[in-house]
């Protein structure tokens, strides 16, 4: 936009706007930070140095915090757990979605838009409606407060999320490929196989990352499905928020634990955000 | 086309596997070895918890929060190094307790051997049959150390855990609704300690304002604190909700009103944001020095004396709620732990609930969270009660209790009283007009 | 590419039925672990389902559920409370939002960065967002407070404490998280106009106004629905945040649909009442989304 050559006086009212963008841009910067760094400071204080009335800035700062959310919490624990049932998930999604989404993509299948719209409604469904009955079912299947509840719960919102974005990444692929594949000799299995898949790995990595996001922040699921063994770290956050006991110090640096991997793997995915977030932007 | 179909039915195959393997490993759950136990072991130290339980796996469901989370673990961690089980704790929030609890114990294969059964629940567990009587094992001098019966709890309290006429529940953490005082402003500005709800009111008034401090805080966030003040300020008119069966409103219109007049009147002395305020942050706006009064749970108020969170350490005296000077009261707030009915290690879980509720332990207990044990002798600990600075307020406030509600229909009851008690501090109701949803609320108590 | 008529029919027939095989294990995944629950959810909504009697069985109560859920004052009471909180929070989003990805879409240097930070707060968990605004909001200790007391307002602002406050509090805390979201995605929209457009109207001397209006607005169009259809979406069944925030007070100021329904089936354990309110807002949200859906199809970007 700004490549464009342009008369002097027109560019100094530019460049005014020009600035003035980056400023809102700024404000906005610290608005969305702030209460981030907030939390993330007052993780390393301790209560004293919280409970003011005026921003503290110099105090002396303390590992305490976080040396009780890993020692008697036992946060190590519910790091461990959301990593497995995060990549469980992922993992279970991926295996049923991809070929799904690869069908709705490309093969002549029937009702295409309606399967597409059964995966958009099943993403409107609140997790109140399903949690019951799923406890209900998992406790038949003996698998309340296994690993296996939670990964299939949390399938229940990754599986259309990938779905969603394979399909719309399956469809920017060029079909010539895959038809150079049959002529090459290969089956239709063989060219989602061994051409449409390897193609769309990066897209499928993104998915991947969305829905360990997904997974890692979910609460509802987590906390009726599991027990003291499985319990992942939302819950455990969460044990800070009663209304029984306040710990801003600890319960800060519990946070923090809780999204240092998540941010990471955010900015590795940023690119692909979007197109999870709108469901492949339902097609955009 | 042929290895196409063939690949088709691989990844069929290969996902119908994975879903078996997913039943198949889900199925095998830990069973619990019984072996290397014997339940009548006499203990290895003074005090210490009776029987051996090597290999034992037990799991204890509570709601979570510290001190009293982590106090219990190192209750349990000694268990655990005297008699060689293994008691793990499982703390959720205590918002989803119930439901957790419920779930779990309707799947009848639950994993739960102890648990904290808060009063409103109690009912609705014994009832459905959850919960292992304990009866014959408070009876066997083999289990208890010497001297040790039911005698040896509070009557008043041990009896909230009876559900016809059988004895399910040991309590603990003893605590009710006391006013705290800061002596230091007291003094300064020339006032005795409260004696009535009108004292407090007028000190209130008068201190409002002075050293950075509002003249009263206490929780006004509709988590069960509110109902659990009001409780407290019925029964020092010696009224409450309901009847001895639990069937039929008895609140008294006078006394409702003198009770909701006070708590408008006092939130008007009250720091901004008392409407979202929980036990803690009325505590926590206390312990900081931003309130010369305070009414709150006496385990909250164990902040104030905790130098690590108070900034007023020491400056603080403690009265009971009296409308008329003399005649105190207050709600009894408890604890009840449980046995699950579906335990397969009851002895176990007997041996850990004597063990924790009596006065050593509960000595421990105190001191770390300024709460009170259910056992008389707790009472006869001087080196202990010398040092729970609201002893006395505590002890004549509960000279005159109603235990905190164990209705089923509670729940939904309370939150209706919270948000009439809300509604009259915002001025969006009138005292009147909340009294009468009170009473509209407690025609709930027959659902 | 050519093909033979001959394999282009094995090669369609060998479509079809791989693509059955692929359907059928996860529709299967799907209705066992999405629609055979949400069956028994509308099952359990015709149950009286007290849960604190779970031995004492259900009895069956028809439509009673439903009756009751149009005549309960505290459904029309949260359904108000949810609009507001919809229309304000979608809206301010909405309105920033936009603001916001045009001044991105004018950057030239750190766009990447800026964009890589813009998107922190929505990969937080709705429970630790929860967390950091009760602490920032606090009256006596929060970080807001503590700033106002600098400009000389002392005692704080009763943020949550208060019925005029606690709604567009809540609003304030969902606005921080989602207007992220917003940017993002009308960021990529702007991305996606044709930069022949905007020549061409530079050329006829359109001013920055003329622009906007004639060419980016219509341009992300269908942008602005879909952040409209997945934020309704959102926005109408939360919970999470208010429940740790406010629990629906005070009062029942800030009291959402989605926490009623969760306060009925997890804090007063009606289980089957609780189903009939989740039943209302599927359909509900049902209905809006097929609103927007239906929009967006009209401008066919949906297919």
């Known amino acids: ?284 | 086309m042929f290895a196409t179909q063939h690949r088709g039915r691989v990844v069929l195959t290969a996902a119908a596997l994975s879903i078996g393997a997913l039943l198949l490993t889900s199925c095998s759950t830990s069973g619990t070895s019984t072996s290397g136990a014997n339940p009548d072991t006499k203990p290895k130290s003074a005090d210490g918890p009776y029987g051996t339980f090597t290999g034992e796996k037990l799991t204890l469901s509570r709601w979570a929060g510290d001190p009293w989370t982590a106090g219990q673990q190192t209750a349990a961690d000694d268990w655990n190094k005297a008699t060689g089980g293994k008691l793990t704790i499982s703390a959720v929030p205590y918002e989803n307790l119930h439901d957790k609890q419920a779930l779990t114990l309707s799947s009848g294969n639950s994993s739960y051997d102890i648990m904290y059964v808060h009063p409103s629940w109690f009912g609705e567990f014994a009832k459905a049959g959850y919960l292992a009587p304990i009866t014959k094992d408070l009876a066997d001098p083999k289990r208890n150390p010497a001297g040790f019966s039911a005698a040896s709890y509070l009557p008043s309290v041990l009896s909230q855990g009876v559900y016809k006429g059988t004895q399910y529940c040991l309590p603990d953490f003893v605590s009710t609704i006391v006013v705290g005082y800061r002596t230091d402003l007291f003094e300064s500005a020339g006032l005795s300690a409260p004696k009535t709800t009108g004292d407090i009111l007028k000190d209130a008034a008068i201190l409002n304002g002075k050293d950075g401090a509002a003249g009263i805080v206490m929780p006004g966030k509709a988590t069960g604190a509110v109902a659990d003040v009001f409780g407290s300020l019925l029964t020092a008119q010696s009224n409450w909700w309901y009847d001895a069966a639990g069937t039929k409103d008895t609140l008294s219109t006078g006394a409702a009103t003198k009770a909701l007049n006070f708590y408008t009147q006092a939130s008007k002395f009250a720091p901004t944001g008392l409407l979202n305020m929980a036990v803690d942050d009325a505590a926590t706006v206390a312990a900081q020095g931003k309130a010369a009064m305070v009414v709150d749970t006496t385990p909250s108020l164990s902040a104030l004396e905790d130098p690590a969170k108070s900034k007023t350490v020491g400056k603080w005296a403690y009265v009971p709620l009296s409308f008329t000077a003399g005649k105190p009261g207050g709600e009894l707030i408890y604890w009840n732990w449980c046995i699950a009915a579906s335990s397969k290690n009851k002895d176990a879980a007997y041996s850990f609930l004597q063990y924790y509720t009596d006065t050593a332990q509960q000595a421990k207990v105190a001191l770390a969270a300024s709460t009170l044990g259910a056992t008389k002798s707790f009472y006869a600990d001087k080196e202990v009660t010398s040092k729970l600075p609201f002893l006395d307020a505590v002890n004549s406030a509960l000279s005159n209790a109603n235990p905190q509600p164990s209705l089923a229909s509670w729940p939904a009851i309370q939150t209706a009283i919270e948000v009439a008690v809300q509604n009259s501090i915002q001025g969006k109701e009138t005292v009147a007009q909340s009294v009468a949803d009170m009473h509209t609320a407690l025609k709930g108590l027959n659902n | ?303």
């Not at chain 1, 060219?191 to 509802?220: D, H, K, Q, Y």
């Not at chain 3, 009751?68 to 929070?89: C, H, K, M």
């Not at chain 3, 609003?171 to 917003?182: A, C, N, R, S």
Request: with cysteine.
């Open chain 1, 1 to 284: 936009m700004t490549a464009i050559p342009q008369p002097k006086r027109k560019r100094a009212r530019r460049d005014a706007w020009v600035i003035a963008c980056y400023v809102v841009i700024a404000i906005f910067l610290v608005w969305v930070l702030v209460p981030v760094i907030t939390v993330a400071v007052n993780s390393f204080k301790v209560p004293s140095a919280i409970f003011t009335s005026t921003p503290q800035l110099s105090f002396t700062p303390t590992l305490e915090n976080y040396a009780k959310v890993f020692g008697e919490l036992n946060f190590a624990q519910y790091l461990v757990n959301s990593v497995l049932v995060a990549f469980g998930s992922t993992a279970l999604s991926l295996i049923f979605g991809v070929p799904f989404a690869y069908a709705l993509a490309r093969l002549p299948i029937r009702g295409r838009e309606w399967w597409a719209r059964i995966i958009l409604f099943s993403r409107m469904v609140p997790a109140v409606a399903l949690v019951v009955p799923m406890f209900v079912l998992f406790n038949q299947l003996h698998l309340t407060g296994t690993y296996w509840a939670l990964i299939l719960a949390h399938t229940t919102f990754n599986l259309p999320i990938v779905i969603w974005m394979m399909r719309s990444f399956f469809e920017e692929l060029p079909p010539e490929l895959e038809e150079a594949a049959l002529v090459d000799g290969a089956g239709r299995f063989g060219a989602f196989w061994r051409v449409a898949v390897p193609l769309a790995s990066p897209g499928m990595a993104a998915t991947a990352v969305l829905c360990i996001i997904f997974s890692w922040n979910e609460f509802l699921f987590a906390l009726v499905l599991s027990n003291q063994d499985t319990e992942t770290v939302p819950v455990g956050v969460s044990s800070f928020i009663g209304s029984v006991s306040i710990d801003w110090g600890g319960s800060s640096a519990a946070a923090i634990v809780a999204i240092i991997p998540i941010f990471i793997l955010g900015f590795a995915a940023q690119r692909f955000l979007v197109r999870g977030l709108t469901f492949g932007g339902v097609k955009g």
């Open chain 3, 1 to 303: 590419m050519t093909m033979s008529y001959r394999s282009r029919a094995t090669w369609d027939r060998g479509g079809r039925r791989l693509g059955r095989g692929m359907i059928a294990v996860p529709a299967i995944l799907l209705v066992v672990l999405i629609f055979g629950p949400l069956v028994y959810s509308i099952v359990l909504s015709l149950y009286k389902w007290q849960i604190t009697d779970i031995n004492s069985g259900k009895p069956f109560v028809g439509l009673d559920n439903y009756v009751r859920l149009f005549t309960d004052p505290q459904v029309l009471n949260a359904v108000l409370n949810t609009i507001e909180y919809v229309v304000g929070s979608v809206g301010i989003e909405l309105v920033l939002g936009f603001i916001i990805a045009s001044a991105l879409f004018e950057m030239t240097k750190g766009r990447k960065l800026a964009n890589s930070l813009i998107l922190l707060p929505m990969i937080i968990a709705p429970v630790i967002t929860a967390l950091i605004w009760r602490y920032m909001l606090d009256p006596q200790f929060g970080l807001v407070s503590q700033v106002l007391a600098l400009f000389g307002v002392k005692g704080g602002v009763p943020f949550f404490g208060s019925s005029q406050f606690a709604l567009p509090s809540l609003m304030l805390v969902d606005i921080w998280q989602w207007t992220p979201f917003v940017v993002l995605i009308l960021h990529a929209g702007m991305l996606g106009i044709s930069e022949e457009q905007f020549e061409a109207a530079r050329i006829d001397g359109a001013g920055r106004w003329r622009i906007l209006r004639s060419i980016v607005i219509p341009g992300i169009a269908p942008q602005i629905l879909l952040v409209l259809l997945f934020r309704t979406m959102d926005t109408y069944r939360i919970f999470d945040t208010v429940f740790v925030l406010t629990r629906g007070g005070p009062g029942t100021s800030t009291e959402t649909i989605g926490l009623y329904t969760y306060q009925t089936g997890f804090s007063f354990f009606n289980l089957g009442y609780a189903m009939t309110l989740s039943v209302f807002i599927l359909v509900t949200v049902a209905i809006i989304s097929g609103f927007y859906l239906r929009l967006l199809r009209r401008r066919e970007v949906f297919q």
